[in-house]
């Protein structure tokens, strides 16, 4: 049942505005980088030399989120094979700065990879590093959205944090999930797991309390006739669809986002905190243990991608002023 | 490459734009401007407005910038078309020309033949009717109209009975001088272009003021200083209103009035006499005056002092001046602004206030240009006066059963305040005025074979001797034109032809042969019964009710489908045209001035304007003008070769420019190099009145000498405004049994009551008769022209059909309120005949008991190359739907009479009531009702991505330069 | 670098003036007429003939209704494109440098053979200036014309981009406005040009004049009877009338 409806909306999602490939790429590679990231801290805390079928899992999963991750965001360019040049304005441009920041992230990130699986020691300096690159990366990723005027609820200060916890939270949540399934445990993981979840979940709420409150921007400003007077759209340039209303006009209803909300806090904050506290009085066979965590981390990751679609859809960007919108 | 690198453009500012400049003229639209093509290896780059050219200066609206787009329409019709399913499914069988011709031929020579009225030839949208007409003519049928019927006569006629010149594209606002300016009911019109740098112009004066009368508020009226939101059909009370303010107040140009119109001329005033309200008139059949201290003398002795007033004795018969009359009739206490107000929505209040203004204007803002002329007396001036009052109206006011007199008593309103060709008021173009009544009367009353009919079918009636009707008073055109239906119809009834054909009334035809309309959508009322009627069958027979259908079109309209044989057209920069003074020109008020259009491209396809085509036909049937003596054809060359070549009166053709040796205007020999030299110029020519022919041209002997010696008026005599009309008192008199023609008797009372001498208002008929029947449809509907989009043809472009591919019902938020509606809301809307589902959205300026929509927008399923799925056909609609062809039957006999105005014929199109109620949720499928099926064309080609220009891409690889202008728009003249 | 300029020593743009326009949609088609084969060209249009057709525009007219209490509710036209802004974020954010800001004229381009049609400048602009063409896969915007305004291949009358020569109404004037002598900076000071969303900081550099207010300029609100209105006679009024007339 559950299964089926998260298909259907998962088809009605990919059917929808904004790009399907942003969301997917900032839920990947997020993942992917808040692997890398919690792998430093625990690090830094404790031993991460596990068997070579966990460690192989743990990089392939990274690698394989980061990578596809950004895949899909270059694909998605009108010219992906122009793609190089996004390097040349790091000095202005933080999607310039993203996108060096996440290639410099392999550099360490591959040698990491490579010296951990040799179990050569000096693994660590490289992990701290590719950690540091990819909190840049995702820092990027935020402070993108965070620094665009034009969409109010993007631009505030919890936009770059909820970037950073989201890929922290998931990425542990998969390492948590992993160790579920290769039957180990890591010290500290269990509080800092725990912790990220709901970190990600207090930052989440307090961001949509946040966002009511409402822009300078108004259909009054945006046509300049009259602080007070009361203007309504008559005519829109075009009777069909455009790039603006296709683009960045989209409408969701308040109860549908209200719902979609929910299963955000369920599937991506609540559920795994349920499964990971409560996990010894809910188990008792080991397989049925292995998939509900998997069956958890996937809940978990498409909890992340309805809250990345949200936070698209709900950002109303003050360009709708034009197209019938009286406030964002 | 280093990625790091910030690779800098180098923009090339200086792009080949052209290899050749073009110059033509437009014909997005029937403004007709001048366009400049840029060809770039021999295909279009850009067409913008020619600088020089006197109608558009230079600017271009919308449609005409999408020229190109409707040159790369994929709904271009390529070859001749021969039905071979059922008519109406779109089957055809492509055929050569040679074989098209010769089937046309056929069909048309057994007619000619034998009676030639069995051709009804109706041409829309036509700029070639001194052609068509004269085709018409040659061939011998009367039945013959272009579009004028349905589209605005009421303004043309109205003008043309009363000041010898009218509103419509005959005249023009003096943008220059005017400081008052009165728009009535009108959203484009054809002076498109010229309209909106004038109120560009005007707006943009400090002392200024633009009161638009119009029940919605959008495109002109939205930047009107004052909006009067009236509610349809009722503007002529309005007009009353404001003529009884200022008559009861003494604002009147007494001057004017006694110089240059008939106010003063005396009627004999006894009832039931044949003669009553007609003018007393001397031996000399003039008409005469009261003075003071001559008596009574002819009225074109200079007199100072003849009474307005007063009961005097001509002939032992009693006689008053007309202006007594009119003013008894105006003052009469029914028009006070208090018993008007609630009668038109508009508060008592901003109509003595509206007076006040014209007033004020009019007496205390008067204007003078220093210029020496003289009038027809030979009297010396030393300035034109003018009252800097002007108005123009359009199909808010013409599309009503009560347009004719409404657009009549705005022209007394001008005459009164003395505002008619004077500076700052309203300005006749050339080659108006025109002596009241103009020109010929309609030929045709006697239809023989192989005969012309001895002159064009269209003319100006101005008694009911001149009518086309036979022994028993019954119409002898197939649109009853002409006829007591509606007597004065001057530019046919196009919108009856079908229905006439189809009931056989008053007889039956044979061809029906169509150019340029598209009157199985758009262009006919009742669209639904009407394209029945076009499929329709006798039973005894299993012949199509009307039998044959000719149709030549451009495109793959909704009516090529109809068509038994589809002559496809050129685009309009494929053809030779001719914009002529003999039919529609592109004059100012400051100049004549004609023009072309030439072949720009060559057609890749096997099409042939229809000009020629015409030509080539009238040779084929040997028509006397087509032939030569040896029966060859007299304009082998076609179109060109007519234009040049041909001759309407010794001297003066198609062309008034560059005639006999190249430097004669108006009348000379025929000049081989005339088409060059249009060329040359831009292909239009302009002859620029001297300063001192520009104003009082009714009266300015310069300027009638001229117009006399062009032959645009028939004497030098001055033009006299004509406030009391005596030919409608002659109407109304057989209407009343007296003279010799009288109206069949269940036609007497409506010709007696709607024909006055002086204008007067009443109830449009749809209203009247649907009050009577006890039938509450309480809404009015009326559509508006997109500034964008002309008529059908505007949705096959690529461009202009991105702005506007469905329409909604726009209603006022007191509507929405009564019926609990709100935008987006499907709704029904029903008139006495029909009903249609549409989505409807809530506005505010628009008058609260009215609804409306945009013209046209609404396609039939498959027409125009548009998939069946597009918007235009599954949310576009037509209000036409609703709109009625004939009057609902008011109980008298024979009395189906066509849904029009009963003077002129023009089609109401804006009579039209409804009401208005929700959807059942059960009902609300997405798409509107009615939703005719799909019709089929089999040419129809799919296009997922338009690149045009891609072509020229190559055009910027290059470096920079720099130079830079300013531009400043109207908004300079502020102050 | 997709820095801005640092200093601007022309700032080119356009005025609008909403008293005037009446929404006729000429600027926008004729834009895209000139542009298809322009600097950004071709401007594609998608499923032309179909369902859902949409395109390239560079230029859009909108129309308002305005309700005041005073003056009640009034109809505004009003045309939209680039505002060539001073502190242009589309250029900031530009990962590629493809979007940037002419430093001889305040010209914002976006140069199409580098952009990698990311959309970011879509989302920084406001005004909903940029447009993405689908098909190219790359950014296009208003260019001011800039292969007409200094085309030296055409007449200096006609450089001038293409929405200002076309408007039939008047209602589009081009200069300098960074110039405090040109005409058009007058123009703008005298009419109280205004910036659209001055708080999002973009500095724009076209400005829209309002509707102009016109002062009652008329002494009376009715006409001065000449005779006595209540019991109101012909004859009386004839008199009166009489006299005048001659
Ligand atoms: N409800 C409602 N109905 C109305 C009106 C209204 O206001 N409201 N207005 C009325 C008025 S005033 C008018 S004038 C009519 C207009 O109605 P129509 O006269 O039917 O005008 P168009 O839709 O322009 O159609 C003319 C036909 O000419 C064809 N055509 C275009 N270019 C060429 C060409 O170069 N050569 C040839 N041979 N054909 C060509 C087109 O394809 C089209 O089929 O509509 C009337 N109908
Ligand atoms: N863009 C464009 N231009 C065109 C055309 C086109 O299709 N597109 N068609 C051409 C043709 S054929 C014609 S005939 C002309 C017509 O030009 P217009 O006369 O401007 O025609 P409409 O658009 O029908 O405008 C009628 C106006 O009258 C208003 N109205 C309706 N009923 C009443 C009334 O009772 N009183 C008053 N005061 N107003 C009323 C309507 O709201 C509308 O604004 O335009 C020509 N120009
Ligand atoms: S008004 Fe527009 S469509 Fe009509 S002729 Fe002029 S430019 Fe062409
Ligand atoms: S062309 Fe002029 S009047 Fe028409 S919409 Fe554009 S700015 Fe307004
Ligand atoms: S209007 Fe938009 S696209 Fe134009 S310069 Fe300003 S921000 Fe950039
Ligand atoms: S779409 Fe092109 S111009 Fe816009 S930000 Fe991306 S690379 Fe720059
Ligand atoms: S300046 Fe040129 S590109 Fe910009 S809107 Fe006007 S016509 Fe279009
Ligand atoms: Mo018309």
Same mark, same amino acid.
């Given at each position: ?184 445990? #890591?010290?500290? @993981?269990?509080? +800092?797991?725990? %912790?990220?979840? !709901? &970190?990600?979940? /207090? *930052?989440?709420?307090? $961001?949509? =309390? ?77 397989? #049925?243990?292995? @998939?509900?965590? +998997?069956?958890? %981390?996937?809940? !978990? &990751?498409?909890? /992340? *991608?309805?809250?990345? $679609?949200? =936070? ?17 | ?975 | ?246």
């Amino acid at each position: 049942m559950i299964m089926i409806f998260l298909l259907i909306l998962g088809k009605k999602l990919l059917k929808m505005h904004p790009s399907k490939s942003i969301i997917f790429f900032t839920v990947m590679s997020g993942t992917g980088y808040g692997i890398i990231i919690c792998l430093s801290f625990l690090a830094l805390i404790a031993e991460i030399n596990f068997n070579y079928g966990f460690k192989l899992s743990l990089i392939l999963i990274s690698f394989l989120f980061i990578t596809l991750g950004l895949l899909s965001s270059t694909l998605h360019l009108g010219h992906p094979e122009r793609a190089w040049r996004s390097f040349s304005q790091w000095r202005s441009s933080w999607l310039s700065r993203e996108g060096l920041a996440a290639v410099l992230t392999y550099i360490p990130l591959m040698l990491f990879y490579l010296l951990w699986f040799l179990e050569m020691d000096i693994f660590k300096y490289f992990l701290y590093s590719a950690s540091i690159l990819s909190v840049i990366t995702i820092y990027c990723t935020g402070q993108m959205y965070a620094s665009l005027k034009t969409v109010p609820a993007w631009n505030n200060v919890y936009v770059t944090p909820i970037y950073l916890i989201n890929g922290l939270s998931i990425g542990s949540l998969s390492i948590y999930c992993l160790t579920r399934f290769y039957e180990s445990e #890591i010290q500290h @993981l269990y509080q +800092f797991t725990l %912790l990220s979840l !709901a &970190l990600c979940l /207090m *930052l989440k709420i307090i $961001y949509w =309390f946040h966002i009511r409150t409402k822009s300078t921007s108004s259909i009054n400003t945006a046509i300049g006739l009259g602080k007070d007077n009361k203007v309504s759209s008559f005519e829109g340039p075009h009777t069909g669809r455009n790039f603006l209303t296709t683009e960045m006009i989209n409408k969701i209803k308040k109860e549908k986002a209200n719902f979609l909300r929910l299963c955000f806090i369920i599937l991506s904050c609540i559920l795994p905190i349920y499964m990971i506290v409560q996990e010894a009085t809910l188990i008792i066979d080991a397989f #049925i243990l292995k @998939l509900s965590f +998997f069956i958890t %981390l996937v809940f !978990a &990751l498409i909890g /992340m *991608l309805i809250e990345r $679609y949200l =936070f698209f859809i709900q950002a109303k960007h003050v360009v709708s002023l034009y197209y019938g919108e009286n406030k964002v | 490459m280093n990625p790091f690198k910030n690779q800098k453009e180098i923009v090339k500012t200086s792009p080949r734009v052209s290899d050749e400049i073009k110059q033509t003229t437009c014909y997005m639209c029937a403004c007709r401007c001048g366009i400049d093509v840029h060809m770039l290896d021999n295909q279009i780059r850009y067409i913008e407005g020619n600088k020089n050219h006197p109608t558009n200066k230079g600017v271009l609206c919308a449609k005409g910038s999408a020229g190109i787009m409707q040159q790369n329409s994929p709904a271009k019709l390529s070859k001749p078309l021969l039905r071979i399913g059922e008519r109406g499914k779109g089957e055809f069988k492509e055929i050569e020309w040679d074989e098209a011709m010769q089937i046309a031929t056929t069909w048309l020579s057994d007619i000619r033949n034998t009676d030639p009225k069995k051709l009804a030839f109706f041409t829309g949208r036509d700029q070639s009717q001194s052609l068509t007409g004269w085709w018409a003519n040659q061939f011998g049928t009367c039945n013959f109209a272009a579009h004028g019927g349905f589209c605005s006569v009421n303004m043309a006629a109205a003008g043309l009975y009363t000041i010898g010149g009218s509103f419509w594209e005959f005249g023009e606002v003096d943008w220059d001088h005017t400081k008052y300016f009165i728009l009535f009911g009108c959203a484009e019109d054809h002076d498109s272009n010229p309209i909106k740098m004038g109120l560009g112009k005007l707006k943009s004066k400090v002392d200024s003021k633009f009161v638009s009368v119009n029940p919605v508020k959008t495109g002109y009226s939205a930047i009107a200083d004052e909006w009067i939101g009236i509610r349809p059909g009722t503007d002529g009370l309005f007009v009353h209103s404001l003529i009884y303010e200022l008559l009861k107040s003494n604002k009147v140009d007494w001057k004017y009035l006694s110089k240059y119109t008939n106010a003063n001329w005396l009627v004999y005033n006894n009832p039931g006499n044949k003669k009553h309200g007609l003018f007393a008139r001397d031996e000399n059949n003039l008409p005469v005056v009261y003075c003071k201290n001559t008596k009574i003398v002819s009225s074109d002795i200079e007199n100072t002092n003849s009474a307005f007033f007063g009961k005097y004795k001509y002939n032992n018969v009693e006689v008053i001046p007309s202006f007594e009359f009119l003013s008894k009739e105006y003052l009469h206490p029914k028009y006070k602004p208090d018993n008007i107000s609630k009668l038109i929505d508009i508060d008592a209040k901003v109509i003595k206030k509206i007076a006040a203004e014209i007033a004020e204007t009019a007496f205390e803002k008067e204007i003078e240009i220093k210029v020496d002329w003289e009038d027809h007396n030979g009297k010396k001036h030393s300035s034109f006066k003018g009252r800097p009052v002007s108005m123009h109206a359009m199909r808010g006011i013409s599309a009503h059963s009560n347009g004719f007199n409404t657009c009549k008593l705005i022209h007394i309103l001008q005459t009164l305040i003395g505002s008619i060709d004077v500076p700052g008021g309203f300005r006749y173009k050339a080659p108006y005025p025109k002596h009241v009544v103009p020109g010929p009367k309609p030929a045709g009353k006697i239809v023989k074979p192989n005969t012309p009919i001895g002159g064009m079918p269209l003319g100006f009636p101005t008694s009911p001797e001149d009518l086309l009707t036979d022994e028993d008073e019954k119409p002898l055109r197939i649109d009853k034109a002409y006829s007591w239906e509606n007597p004065l119809s001057a530019h046919g009834l196009m919108h009856m032809v079908i229905n006439n054909a189809w009931k056989g009334d008053p007889y039956k035809i044979d061809v029906l042969f169509m150019y340029m309309a598209n009157m199985a959508w758009n262009s006919s009322m009742n669209t639904e019964e009407t394209i029945k009627k076009l499929t329709d069958k006798d039973e005894e027979t299993g012949e199509y009710k009307i039998p044959k259908i000719i149709y030549s079109d451009a495109y793959y309209s909704e009516t090529v489908p109809y068509a038994d044989l589809v002559l496809p057209d050129t685009t309009y920069l494929e053809r030779w045209d001719c914009i002529s003074l003999l039919d529609r020109p592109i004059s100012s008020a400051d100049s004549a001035a004609d023009a072309i259009r030439q072949p720009i491209i060559e057609p890749t396809r096997d099409v042939k304007p229809f000009q020629d085509v015409l030509i080539d036909l009238g040779a084929r049937l040997g028509l006397p003008s087509f032939v030569n003596e040896d029966m060859s054809p007299k304009y082998p060359n076609g179109y060109s070769d007519y234009i040049v070549n041909h001759e309407r009166q010794p001297g003066i053709g198609p062309l008034a420019g560059w005639r006999g040796n190249g430097n004669q205007f108006g009348k000379g020999e025929v000049n081989k190099n005339q088409l060059e030299e249009y060329i040359q110029n831009g292909c239009f020519h302009n002859h620029e009145f001297n300063d001192n022919q520009k104003y009082y041209k009714f009266t300015n002997k310069h300027y009638l000498n001229f117009a006399h010696e062009m032959g645009w008026i028939n004497k030098k005599e001055p033009i006299v405004i004509q406030m009391y009309s005596e030919e409608m008192q002659k109407f109304k008199l057989a209407g009343e049994g007296y003279g010799d023609k009288i109206p069949p008797d269940h036609l007497k009372d409506r010709i007696a009551k709607y024909f006055n001498p002086v204008p007067t208002w009443y109830q449009p008929f749809e209203e009247k008769i649907n009050k009577e029947k006890g039938k509450s449809f309480d809404l009015y509907a009326v559509t508006q022209r997109p500034p964008h989009m002309y008529h059908s043809w505007g949705s096959q472009n690529a461009w202009l059909r991105q702005i506007t591919n469905l329409n909604y019902l726009y209603i006022s938020e007191y509507i929405a309120q009564e019926n609990n509606l709100k935008n987006l809301d499907w709704v029904w809307l029903e008139s006495f005949s029909s009903k249609i589902k549409v989505q409807c959205r809530v506005m505010k300026g628009v008058n609260k008991n009215t609804v409306w929509t945009w013209n046209a927008i609404g396609k039939r399923k498959g027409a125009w190359n548009l998939s069946p799925g597009a918007p235009e056909s599954n949310k576009g609609f037509l209000l036409n739907h609703l709109i009625s062809d004939v009057l609902p039957n008011e109980g008298n006999r024979n009395s189906q009479l066509s849904n029009s105005d009963p003077i002129t014929g023009q089609a109401a199109w804006y009579d039209l009531k409804v009401k208005i109620y929700k959807c059942k949720d059960e009902e609300i499928d997405g798409k509107i009702y009615p939703n005719f099926d799909t019709i089929k064309n089999k040419s129809r080609k799919n296009m997922y991505i338009s690149d045009y220009g891609k072509q020229f891409t190559k055009e910027f690889k290059d470096n920079n330069l720099t130079l830079n202008q300013e531009y400043i728009g109207n908004s300079k003249n502020i102050k | 670098m997709t820095s801005l300029p640092a200093k601007q020593n022309k700032k080119l743009g356009l005025v609008i003036d909403l008293d005037i326009c009446v929404g006729c949609h000429a600027c926008a088609v004729n834009c895209k007429e000139w542009n298809t084969s322009g600097h950004s060209s071709p401007l594609h249009d998608i499923d032309p003939y179909g369902d859902d057709p949409t395109g390239v525009w560079f230029n859009r007219i909108h129309t308002f209704e305005v309700e005041s209490e005073i003056n009640g509710s009034k109809t505004v036209h009003f045309p939209k494109s680039c505002l060539h802004c001073s502190d242009a974020p589309c250029v900031t954010v530009c990962p590629t440098g493809a979007s940037y800001k002419r430093e001889e004229d305040g010209i914002v381009l976006v140069n199409p053979e580098t952009c990698i049609g990311c959309k970011l400048c879509s989302w920084s602009c406001p005004y909903g200036a940029r447009e993405y063409d689908e098909e190219a896969g790359i950014m296009k915007k208003c260019t001011l014309c800039v292969d007409k305004i200094y085309n030296e291949n055409i007449p200096e009358s006609d450089r001038v981009p293409a929405c200002v020569s076309t408007c039939p109404a008047g209602a589009r004037s081009f200069g300098d406005l960074g110039d405090e002598n040109s005409d058009i900076f007058k123009l703008v000071e005298e009419r109280n040009g205004y910036d659209l969303m001055p708080e999002q900081d973009c500095l724009p550099t076209n400005k829209y004049l309002p509707p102009r207010e016109k002062n009652n300029q008329f002494k009376n609100d009715a006409l001065n009877s000449i005779t006595n209105d209540n019991d109101f006679s012909f004859d009386t009024w004839k008199e009166i009338v009489e006299d005048a007339s001659k």
